[in-house]
Every structure is written in structure tokens, then in C-alpha cells.
């Protein structure tokens, strides 16, 4: 069919009037498909991003859980290389446990508390 000078070969019928194809069908069934694979891919994106998010959340925390890790094994190693001098050890067990050696006599000296009332 020609309706000026333009031929449908797919409908019979000029400048694409509604008229039933199995042609038009699956036009519409590829664009249903193609919309379903769009939004399941946009959901898929969705879902990666969420877990990027909560990924980089962890793994900050993580950095600062090794960098609060690393200053303890510093301060601990810089104690410990204190400690392994005996003079340093000694000085360190008499301030904290009141350490004496038994030749010796040890004096505990108690400052006056101030009362408020009279």
C-alpha cells in the first residue's frame, strides 16, 4: 500500500500507523527486555556502591585501629628498653611498690590533709 509515495513494508500500511504486526510486538518485547537489564544493572551499581561505602567506613577504622596499634608497640618498646637498664628498673620498683632492699628501712612519709570545717 503507498500513501504518498511512502510504503510500509513491515505494516501495509504509510508513515507507521497502529496497526497489529508481530513486528511491533517484539519492537516492544526487546524494549521491555532491554528496560528490565537496564534497571537490574542500575540496582547491581546500587548495591556495589552501598558496599564501597560500608567497605571504606571499615577500612578507615581499621587504619586507625593500626595506627593506635603501632604508637602502643613504640611506647611499649620505648618501656621496655627503659626497663632493661637495672638502675631504671630499681628507680621504677621503689616508686611503684615501695621496693627496698633488705639492708634497708623504708620511711612513708603521709602530708597532712586540710579539713575545710574547723
Do not use: H, W
Not at 54 to 59: D, K, L, N, P, T
Amino acid at each position: 500500500m503507498e500513501i504518498l509515495g511512502f510504503v510500509s513494508p513491515y505494516l501495509g500500511i504509510g508513515f507507521g500507523c497502529p496497526v497489529y504486526s508481530p513486528n511491533l510486538k517484539m519492537r516492544n518485547a526487546v524494549i521491555a527486555f532491554l528496560l528490565l537489564v537496564l534497571i537490574f544493572f542500575g540496582l547491581q551499581i546500587r548495591s556495589l556502591y552501598t558496599q564501597n561505602s560500608s567497605a571504606a567506613v571499615i577500612y578507615n577504622q581499621t587504619k586507625q585501629e593500626l595506627f593506635k596499634a603501632k604508637e602502643d608497640a613504640l611506647r611499649i618498646s620505648s618501656d621496655l628498653n627503659y626497663f632493661l637498664n637495672p638502675v631504671n628498673l630499681e628507680k621504677e620498683l621503689r616508686a611503684r611498690f615501695n621496693y627496698k632492699l633488705p639492708d634497708e628501712k623504708l620511711i612513708i612519709i603521709v602530708p597532712k590533709t586540710s579539713t575545710s570545717t574547723p
